[in-house]
């Protein structure tokens, strides 16, 4: 459980022993100089009293104003210190723990500074193919190291400036600045060519992604959505997905409209959709030390 920074407190005795010590000066000053001047008993303890009492409004003053500015420092100390620790819960709490990649609510507001910066973006959403064979067949811890290295896989292609988050479920999607979409198609493309690491095999990686370009584009540019908010282009690149999952999963589609029809203009997801095809299991493996077999 985390604890708020404690206070600092100026023990109490220091106060009494800082004026104390300047009455003591004043004193000893005071008689000193009575003394030397009159040379007379009562004018020395005079100007003692007289003196300490002077010293001892003094110091309590710059005690008082002491405090005050300790207690101002404290203050904002511990409020920045909890400032702090309501950041870091906050981005905790948005991410993801299995891949450490930021979730939904961290993508849609990167998909609202897509559109108020006025220029053009790219999106491809991930689909990880053949998750739920290798639940069955090897367990969901196997699962998740599988869905685990793709994520891995797919942070290597995520241009300078872009974004991978974990949607939800079996979805990840990446926001890039600019329009290069067959620079990012080719990207995901080697990112996730070779096999990865699951249950002690080598599996191949596989995923169904589609990639759509929103924002000002040339009329000539792939994937390019004619218009609409960046929810619509998470849309276009959804439903190029589908097409890809639909022809058999483990590929990379760019967006077309007359293939992959058009979403609705606020985004969401029509009712019925194209099912997921289940690719075949990956047959690759690999013993923990031992060149590659084949099942």
């Known amino acids: 459980m985390n604890r708020s920074p404690r206070q600092p407190r100026v023990p109490v005795y220091a106060d009494a022993l800082l004026v104390a010590a300047a009455q003591a000066v004043a004193a000893v000053c005071g008689g000193l100089l009575v003394l030397h001047r009159h040379s007379t008993t009562v004018g020395a303890a005079a100007a003692a009293v007289a003196g300490a009492a002077v010293c001892a409004v003094a110091t309590l003053t710059v005690i008082a104003w002491y405090r005050r500015l300790t207690t101002v420092a404290v203050r904002k100390a511990v409020h920045d210190a909890v400032h702090d620790a309501v950041d870091s819960a906050v981005r905790e709490a948005e991410r993801d723990p299995l891949t450490r990649l930021p979730t939904r609510a961290a993508l849609y507001r990167v998909l609202q500074r897509a559109d108020a910066s ?17 639940n069955l067949t090897w367990g969901h811890a196997a699962g998740d190291q599988y869905l685990a290295a793709i994520a891995d896989r797919l942070r290597a292609s995520v241009p300078v400036g872009g974004c991978l988050v974990r949607q939800g479920g079996d979805e990840l999607t990446l926001v890039a600045p600019g329009s290069d979409a067959t620079g990012l198609q080719a990207a995901i493309s080697a990112a996730l060519a070779d096999p990865g690491p699951v249950a002690g095999r080598l599996v191949p990686l596989r995923a169904s992604v589609g990639v759509a370009v929103g924002g000002p584009t040339q009329a000539d540019c792939p994937a390019a959505v004619a218009s609409g908010a960046a929810t619509y282009v ?41 099912r997921d095809t289940r690719p075949h299991l990956p047959t690759i493996t690999t013993r923990a030390a031992g060149s590659p077999t084949t099942r």
Do not use: E, N, W
């Open 234 to 274: 998470l849309a276009c690149a959804d439903a190029a997905m589908y097409s890809a999952k639909h022809a058999g999963g483990g590929q990379v589609l760019l967006y077309r409209a007359d293939r992959d029809g058009r979403p609705a203009l606020d985004g969401t997801r029509p009712a019925i959709r194209r």
């Open 118 to 134: 006025g220029a053009p973006f790219t999106v491809a959403l991930v689909d990880v193919d053949g998750l739920h064979d290798v």
